[in-house]
């Protein structure tokens, strides 16, 4: 079996000094490894990987919506303004639940009913609206927008003074709805934006057999599992699998939240965690001539893949490698 481990927020592209992390394996891994530059938004990274066509297209067909009637996406959010930037964690981050996301869309459909707008939960994390007309206006995709953003960051086009009213709008609905009294309550992020969006292109094509608990997994067009918990939980699912598996793909995207937040001790436990469960597990597999090759990829402005053969070690002459916030050493 080949093995592509998709690991999106892997690289820390920053120049703040990471706590020290113990990733022996993957260490091996970049120093016997090929190394190519492929620089990837997250949308495009989770598109390239989980899905085929429009995200938005496979959106209307799982809600039994018509493909002629405009749509947009809109993604429920946690936001602060700060003086020259903006913090926003999306809905998964902040872990909205349905019966919420099911209240604030049907309120909104009240609140928004005289301008033709009509909200529908796909799931928790990310909604429909339907909207009168098709908009005039471009914003990025939610995946591109998380996190710590330049504060002046919005739509662009003809309509994007409209997209902004209505973003204002909702925000200021947001902010006196009972579900915010009691997520305040609770201690949870509020619920006091949404993101506007059009839409995403995916570019799946292999259908490899795919591990991933990913929400943004749910359009895969192959087979697909939930994602195991180590490197034998995974062989046992493709041995358990109806068909033999030639390719395999691992999505796990447990480091995106942690790169949203700027939570570098989060993301340096689940690093070492993946070193037991995954990398040393994966080269050991390698070195025996278990996998037929392995690629690690990841996204963002150095984002890349690391591309390792059977028994690569035997490469002896090559420099040692430390990860330290960067795929590509």
Same mark, same amino acid.
């Given at each position: ?31 016997? #490894? ?9 949308? /495009? ?46 809905? #998964?981050? $902040? ?37 009168? /007309? ?11 927008? %998380? ?8 739509? /662009? #086009? ?10 204002? /709008? ?31 292109? #995916? ?55 942690? %790169? ?35 690629? $690690? ?10 591309? %390792? ?21």
């Amino acid at each position: 079996m080949y093995l592509t481990l998709a690991l999106p927020a892997l690289n820390r592209n920053t120049s703040d000094t990471l706590p020290e992390t113990v990733l022996p394996s993957l260490n091996k891994m970049m120093r016997f #490894g090929v190394h190519t530059a492929t620089p990837a938004r997250p949308s /495009e990274f989770y598109g390239r990987f989980l899905w085929r066509g429009s995200l938005l297209e496979n959106a209307k067909s799982a809600l039994g919506i018509s493909s002629n009637r405009s749509a947009v996406f809109a993604s429920p959010v946690w936001q602060q303004m700060g003086m020259h930037h903006m913090d926003m964690l999306g809905g #998964g981050d $902040i872990q909205i639940q349905a019966h919420e996301a099911e209240t604030l869309c049907r309120g909104l459909n009240g609140f928004l009913q005289d301008d033709g707008w009509h909200f529908s939960p796909l799931r928790p994390d990310l909604w429909l609206v339907l909207l009168p /007309e098709q908009p005039n206006w471009q914003a990025a995709p939610v995946l591109d927008v %998380l996190g710590r953003i330049d504060g002046s960051i919005r739509a /662009e #086009g003809s309509g994007s003074r409209a997209w902004l009213q209505k973003q204002t /709008e909702i925000q200021m609905w947001l902010h006196a709805h009972p579900i915010n009294a009691e997520r305040t309550a609770a201690q949870a992020p509020a619920v006091n934006g949404v993101w506007l969006w059009r839409d995403i292109a #995916g570019g799946q094509s292999g259908e490899p057999f795919l591990g991933s608990s990913s929400p943004w997994a749910q359009f895969y067009p192959g087979s697909r599992t939930d994602a195991p918990y180590d490197f034998d939980a995974w062989m046992e699912m493709v041995r358990e699998h109806g068909r033999p598996v030639s390719d395999g793909l691992l999505f796990l995207d447990d480091l995106a939240v942690t %790169l949203h937040t700027d939570d570098v001790w989060a993301y340096k436990d689940i690093l070492e965690s993946w070193e037991q469960r995954w990398f040393a597990p994966l080269w050991q597999a390698l070195q025996q001539g278990r996998l037929n090759g392995l690629t $690690i990829a990841t996204d963002g402005g150095q984002g890349g893949s690391l591309t %390792l053969k059977p028994k690569s070690a035997r490469a002896f002459w090559k420099k040692k490698k430390v990860f330290a916030g960067n795929l590509g050493g």
